[in-house]
């Protein structure tokens, strides 16, 4: 005779629950500033799905308790020196990037068209290559490089700070022959 098979109920652990704001969603505290949501120590409310499945297991924010509230409010001044410091690191940076300029070759016409296009992958890569980490992504372009000649292009550093850096498009040189 078969046994039965006792089914287990799984429920879910409360730890996972977060608390209702009055106005729907979930209240958090941030920890840190999160682009176009909040800087670091506002209390602000988001759905409960960006908060469980992005700021909380990213460590951006945690539970706004009155006991966390307290906590920052004690410390805003630490926290505000905190942020100081790391918005002159950035802007700092954002001016490195303003003071440089890169070349990148690429095959054109004689009348300066390119072939293909120079886009913000290329851009990234030619700053790697002076040492100037930066995600293709925060280079911003209004459209893809098409000519010869020097550009202005917007490198988004971060809320409220960008750089300007000269992309210098030249021909690409040819292959000199008697080597």
Do not use: C
């Not at 960006?50 to 009155?66: E, F, K, S, V």
């Not at 954002?94 to 095959?107: L, M, P, R």
């Amino acid at each position: 005779m078969p046994t039965k098979a006792k089914k287990i109920r799984r429920s879910r652990p409360t730890s996972h629950r977060l608390p209702k704001a009055p106005s729907g969603g979930v209240e958090l505290l941030l920890i840190q500033t999160v682009e176009y949501l909040g800087n670091q120590g506002d209390v602000v409310r988001v759905k409960p799905g960006y908060a469980t499945n992005y700021l909380i297991p990213q460590g951006l924010a945690t539970i706004a308790t009155d006991h966390h509230k307290r906590m920052v409010e004690k410390h805003r001044a630490k926290l505000e020196a905190i942020e100081r410091a790391r918005q002159a690191h950035l802007k700092a940076f954002a001016d490195k990037i303003g003071k440089q300029s890169v070349t990148i070759e690429a095959n054109a016409t004689d009348d300066g068209h390119l072939y293909g296009s120079v886009g913000a992958q290329e851009i990234a890569a030619a700053l790697k290559k002076v040492d100037i980490a930066v995600a293709p992504d925060q280079v911003k372009l209004e459209g893809p490089l098409k000519e010869l000649g020097l550009y202005t292009v917007r490198i988004h550093v971060a809320s409220g700070i960008d750089g300007e850096l000269k992309v210098w498009v030249v021909p690409t040189v040819g292959s000199e022959e008697g080597k």
